[in-house]
């Protein structure tokens, strides 16, 4: 589907057509906090006590969380609605982001990485924001954006022999490849692939995505 299709269509588009291929069983979460709220059953968890909170609405809080590509047009085309679920919910739910290249996007490794060393100095958010930004500049291509990317750090004033350390150390790669593996153990076939306090959803609308969380906030 087109950058141009997937745009009009919007919401329907990725909650209709992209959340129904990710199909997975989760089992309800136990526990408190949010590594242990967003738990399910199984030995994967869905919430790792590194994963990267977006929103943190405290203990006993609903856990929302996303798996995602930076590389992926329907997580762009989700990411307005994220953002405003974030902003009417806050200090009311949890949000979570959790990687998840696909390998046939050229960049999404490189992009993740690039967040991944951002968010060693703090700035996770901030790299977050700017891949969904500029998609447009460097999606479906083949070859490396790695120097782009190099380029948004530079821009957000972050230390550069740090960031380059952390781009260049094998275990920068292996923090996005372990969210990646939890995925694919979790049953997410593609993205964006949410999971409200462990349970896969698969909403059929927007209003059916909000009204699932919005049960969650206030049972």
Not at 18 to 27: L, Q
Request: proline content about 5%; some cysteine.
């Amino acid at each position: 589907m087109r950058r141009n299709v997937i745009l009009s269509l919007l919401l329907i588009a990725v909650f209709v057509a992209v959340v129904a291929v990710a199909v997975g069983v989760t089992r309800p979460p136990s526990g408190t906090g949010v590594a242990d709220s967003a738990r399910t059953s199984s030995a994967v968890p869905v919430v790792r006590e590194d994963s990267h909170v977006l929103s943190d609405a405290g203990e006993g809080a609903p856990v929302l969380v996303e798996f995602l590509d930076f590389e992926c047009e329907a997580c762009l085309a989700a990411y307005p609605l994220v953002e405003q679920i974030r902003e009417e919910y806050a200090g009311e739910l949890t949000f979570v982001v959790r990687y998840f290249p696909i390998p046939g996007h050229a960049n999404a490794m490189n992009a993740a990485v690039a967040v991944e060393a951002a968010a060693q100095q703090g700035r996770f958010e901030d790299m977050y924001t700017r891949m969904y930004q500029t998609q447009s500049e460097w999606g479906e291509q083949q070859d490396s954006k790695a120097p782009l990317f190099r380029q948004f750090a530079q821009d957000l004033g972050l230390d550069m022999a740090a960031y380059d350390a952390a781009v260049a150390d094998p275990a920068t790669q292996q923090r996005v490849e372990q969210d990646r593996q939890d995925g694919m153990a979790l049953g997410v076939q593609g993205t964006p692939t949410f999971f409200l306090d462990g349970e896969l959803l698969q909403p059929t609308s927007e209003g059916d995505f909000r009204a699932q969380i919005d049960a969650a906030v206030n049972r």
